[in-house]
């Protein structure tokens, strides 16, 4: 059974920064493409990064810059650090084994429950 579980949210001031991490298990983590894709109150999901085999990194331009994706296989544990955090980056965060072009939020085989990121002061 694949499993994807999201850890590491919480409630950060602007300005701060937090790590999310996905443990997963049931897959061949280092064949697998993973993302992390984000859900805010009234809005679709939006997808901010993935991460590939080879540890290639692609973002989204609405976080190029303060969020960095990263992987370890020996953990398969796949990592979200975001810094410079704001409110509107308040949302719910998931991790997924996407679909290509790995870019859709709403495409993926599997999605884990959610870790919630609050930005407030």
């Known amino acids: 059974e694949v499993q994807l579980v999201e850890s590491g949210g919480g409630l950060v001031q602007p300005g701060g920064s937090l790590r999310l991490s996905c443990a997963t298990s049931g897959i061949t983590f280092p064949a697998h493409t993973l993302s992390w894709v984000r859900q805010t109150p009234g809005k679709q999901l939006e997808w901010l990064a993935y991460s590939g085999p080879s540890h290639k990194a692609v973002y989204a331009d609405s976080v190029k810059g303060r969020f960095t994706i990263s992987r370890d296989s020996a953990e398969r544990t796949l990592y979200l650090d975001m810094t410079n955090l704001q409110p509107e980056d308040t949302a719910i965060y998931y991790c997924?084994?996407?679909?290509?072009?790995?870019?859709?939020?709403?495409?993926?085989?599997?999605r884990g429950q959610g870790t919630q990121v609050t930005v407030s002061s």
């Open positions: 997924e084994i996407p679909q290509h072009p790995y870019t859709d939020a709403e495409k993926y085989f599997n």
